[in-house]
C-alpha cells in the first residue's frame, strides 16, 4: 500500500473510532511502529491529526488536505453521492463543478449526456471529462494553478466565471456549519464564491463527517444552498434545521 493511501485509511479508521493508539494502529494495519508513525508525523505536519502520549486523534480542525489524499477518504460514500447528484442533470444543462473530491465522482455518470456544458477550475475533472466518449462543451476559467488542489484560482478565474451564467453549480465543503455556512480551508475561496454567483441553483455534496466543522474560510451561506447531498449518518437534528432553511435534504443510503 502506498503511503499517501494509508494515511488516507488512517484518517477514516479516526473518524469511525475517535481517539486511539499508536498500537492499535499498527495492528489494524499490519505494518511496522516506525511506518504508522511516519504517517503520523506527516498527518501532523498537515494539521490533519492531533498526537498525544501514546495516542492520536482526528483534528476537527484539520487543514487543507491534499486532493489526491482527500479522494481516497470515504470513497464509497462520496461515488454514493455523487452518483444521487448525477441524477439531477439533464439533457441541455450548463453546469459548474468545483475542484471538491466528491464532485470529482460525478465525472463518470456524465457519460450519458451528449449536449451539455461544464465549466471546472478543477484539472483532475477536465482530465476525465476528456476520456468520456460523448458530446460535451468543456470550459476552463484559466488562472493560477494550485496544486495541493489540482486547480486554477485567482483573478482570472473568478473574473472568467462571472462572464457566464449556469443552470447548476455542484460544489463540495470542508465542513458546513449551520450558522457560518458553507467553509473551506483553502485560503483562494474567491474562485468559489465566484461560482456561486454565476448558478441559478446550488448543489452542496458532503458526506455525513463534514457537518459540525467550520473551517476558516466561508464560500457562501446555508441560505444560498438549494439541495444537500448527504449519506445516511447525518444526524437528524441536522437535517431538520437544513430543511427547516428551505434546503431540499437527499440522504443517501447505504449499498
Do not use: W
Request: with cysteine; hydrophobic share 40%.
Amino acid at each position: 500500500m502506498k503511503p499517501i493511501q494509508r494515511q488516507a485509511q488512517i484518517l477514516e479508521y479516526l473518524q469511525q473510532h475517535g481517539r486511539t493508539t499508536v498500537e492499535a494502529l499498527i495492528a489494524h494495519f499490519n505494518t511496522t511502529g516506525t511506518t504508522i508513525r511516519k504517517d503520523l508525523t506527516r498527518l501532523q505536519q498537515e494539521g490533519a491529526v492531533i498526537r498525544t502520549y501514546g495516542g492520536v486523534m482526528l483534528n476537527r480542525d484539520e487543514g487543507d488536505q491534499p486532493i489526491d489524499r482527500k479522494t481516497l477518504i470515504n470513497t464509497e460514500k462520496k461515488k454514493r453521492i455523487a452518483a444521487r447528484a448525477a441524477s439531477l442533470i439533464s439533457e441541455g444543462d450548463s453546469l459548474i463543478f468545483d475542484a471538491g473530491s466528491t464532485v470529482l465522482q460525478m465525472v463518470p455518470h456524465l457519460a450519458r449526456f451528449n449536449n451539455i456544458t461544464v465549466m471546472t477550475n478543477s484539472l483532475s475533472i477536465v482530465n476525465e471529462l476528456v476520456e468520456l466518449d460523448n458530446d460535451q462543451v468543456i470550459l476552463m476559467p484559466g488562472g493560477t494553478y494550485r496544486s495541493t488542489s489540482a486547480s486554477f484560482h485567482g483573478s482570472l478565474a473568478e473574473s472568467a466565471f462571472t462572464k457566464f451564467s449556469f443552470d447548476t453549480l455542484f460544489i463540495g465543503a470542508d465542513g458546513v456549519d449551520m450558522s457560518a455556512g458553507v467553509t473551506t480551508f483553502n485560503e483562494v475561496f474567491a474562485v468559489s464564491q465566484a461560482m456561486c454567483h454565476a448558478a441559478r441553483k446550488i448543489v452542496l455534496l458532503v458526506d455525513a463527517s463534514k457537518f459540525g466543522r467550520r473551517s476558516p474560510n466561508v464560500v457562501c451561506s446555508l441560505d444560498a444552498v438549494d439541495v444537500l447531498i448527504t449519506d445516511s449518518d447525518i444526524p437528524p437534528d441536522i437535517a431538520a434545521q437544513l430543511e427547516a432553511k428551505g434546503i431540499e435534504v437527499i440522504i443517501v443510503a447505504d449499498d
